[in-house]
């Protein structure tokens, strides 16, 4: 019952504060509202029992990755309105149409699955299922090995790439 | 009823409060070390011997007029200290004063809870506390107060990153995230982490001056001669939560620190039966001392060592201290799987 | 404090101005300096003074020549006695008038005491603009002791007006040598302390090695002087070239730097501290017998006629050249050649490809007191 109420309060809170994120004029105040979505939804996985990954959330997202945003924001002065286009519906109906193919595509995925329920994920040997640090460490390491070195090599490249932007003289 | 709900509550207001009474006193503890480094006295009028300086300083605080600039954005303006202050509070609720004891009858843990993410908490929240710095900067309105800002937090989440790996290096010792399985670690290992961890305890410490802006890296607040510094614009109590929220994250760093690296709660030699007498001491009274140690060493630095230029701070932090990081955590990776 | 841009709007990678001053705890005074950096790097710099000027060299015109010593002493008020030596000196020149060995004497030790404690104040300051607070207590800790011993001599402890012309208006109180020994002694240990603390400490090399350097030749170009000129390799002392007082009577070296930066300026004063101590303590054992003060005519009129003296104050070499027309008791023209102001002029070159963080640095190396330059 006490669950319930959290996960429902908390998800009102995220949805509000991503309708926000979108809608506010400032764009510091939008990804001021984009931190505070993060860390609600780090709360839902305190909430599913991962704190692992709600902590990982705070850590990385709300504390890393927001903060270079605001960097961004901060230094780029993004108070001149927006030009004025020959079509002033444009925007309206991008969203719409954005929508539209964004409510078809979840409508096909919950036929979809509702059609062939997803298997049973194979336990992958002796999974030790302690906490919620050891499963995820168990199948990042082992079953997803190869896209987690993937993404480790694409940030390398990220960070060479923006050094080599950065950078006076080499 | 009583244990779910009434003593955590308790645990967490009598936390709440020491805390922000260490915290103010913090400021007269370093008044006070800083005069005594310098031949001087520091303050004495105020009770004997200076004790209820920290109380006149609040007070004046607090009676001062609040001045909120004209073009300024005034939601962020007032919250910015508040974030600055807050992931300072609430840290302490997984730091270990001492295990389970027996009061008034009662299994009390001295701990406010035992999470067992409970180190990447400790990060976690402190990564959060950036954000104060970044908005105080930002909704001051200026073009100094911002780059100052802009500048301090750049400081403290390139520190970050070496702290965080000294800190897997810790967690790969002790073979978990939670701050009561790492002091249990120590107790079960026989010694204290700081003697397993030199050099990470090394970089832990200067990470930690970097982290809450002292000296020799507090470049960003002394330049405020020429700059301003990120809080330029604020007066009276937020001012003043800028500075305890300061205090207060040093306070944090001294009890992590006891925590992962001079064994917490444990008494000099636990294992060895013939200093059983020193067992009267009361467990939470071994956390503090230790903790007011690391203080000690804290306030006798910034009495001592000139401070370092900005570029000079970030190639430290960069170029010195993370590869010397990851060299402490590969080594320690290698030495657990092959050796223990 | 404002700061305009040139051409641009804000965060514009054109250069910035930036203004330091008047008002600013690192500037030693009433010094404005005007910074224009490219990004964090200071392109160039322009040094406003005058905030101070009080018109001490017109004023001297209408004082009669006793009465400009307490003129100069408000000059380089960190170092008044040496002011009041290199005038009274000037205008002993001008007369050639003799002064008795024991007043030679005396006024050696009163010199080197105000080097002792100029560097003092040098030392404290230019380690609190780097960061290193202690360092100013202490420093200010030994000031004491020698501004106790100034209170003692003569009765004032920053403006001293210790001089006369031909000599000294007393004699030493009795047991004042012995306390001045004592000093050495105490001053040995300090000095001591101060290195510990800085010379090898790895973020004072790094915040002052390599910052500011100047070579030997552009340094005598600029015209600086005393140690920002010896910090550079270039020997000129005057104590040594043209001695004075009792100078040609003692035994001391002269440091020399060779790098030309600020560390070398640095270690330069320090060895001073040493040197200082060593000229005291032979003045102050063999402080000969005899009278204080010369023979000197009751209405002090100099024939007409110019002079030219240059005595070594703790900041370089100070000038002064008077002009006197003979018939009145006042000087016609009384110029002083301060040392601050010429190092001061050194600036503007020595901030060139620095950071804003060096500038301050920079203004303590060079060691300048804002009475002497604006005057």
Redesign the interface.
Known sequence: MGQAIAFYTMAAAILGFAVLVISTRDTVHSVLFLVLDFLFVAALYVLLNAPFVAVIQVLVYAGGIVVLYLFVVMLVNLKRPPEAHQDPHRRTKLGFGMAAAVLLEVAAIATYTSANPAPAIAASAAMPVTGNTEQVGWLLYTSYLIPFEIASMLLLVAMIGAIILAKREL | MIDGFVIPLLKIVIVLNATLVGVTYMVLLERKV?AW????LGPMRVGPYGILQPIADAVKLMIKEDITPVRA?KW?FTAAPIISMVPALIVYAVIPFGPEVNLFGRRVSLYVTD???GL??V??????G??GI??AG?SSNS??P?LAG?RA??QL?SYEVAVTLTLVSVILVAGT?SMVGIVRAQESGHVWFAFVQPMAFGIFFIGGLAETNR??F??PE??Q??T?GFHTEYSGMRFALFFLAEYANMIVVSSVATTLFLGGWLRPFPNVAALGFLDFVPVWMWFLVKSFLFLYVFIWVR??????????LMRLGWKVLIPLAILNLVVTAVIRVLLI | MEAQTIRGAMFDTDELVINMGPQHPSTHGVLRVVLRLDGEKVVDCDVVIGYLHRGIEKLSENRNWTQIILLTDRMDYVAAATSNVGYCETVEKLMQLEVPRRARYVRTILCELQRIASHCLWVGTHAMDIGAMTVFLYAFRERELILDLFEEFCGARLTYNSMRIGGLPLDIPPGWDKKVLEFCTIMDSKVDEYETLLTHNRIWLERTKGIGVISGEEATGLGLCGPALRGSGVTRDVRKDEPYAAYDEMEFDVPIGSDGDTYDRYLVRMEEFRQSLRIIRQAAQGIPEGPIVGKVPRLIKPAAGETYHAIESPKGELGFFIVSDGKSTNPYRFRVRPPSFCNLQGLRRLVRGHLVADVVALIGSIDIVLGEVDR
């Open positions: 800083i480094a310098q031949s001087r954005d962020v999470v067992n993410v990447l908490y990060v976690s929240v402190a990564s959060v950036v954000y970044i908005l930002y073009k100094y911002l802009l937090s750049a989440i995230l000296a020799p507090d470049l002394a330049e001669e020429l301003g009495a001592t060592l000139p401070r370092y230029r900005y570029d000079q």
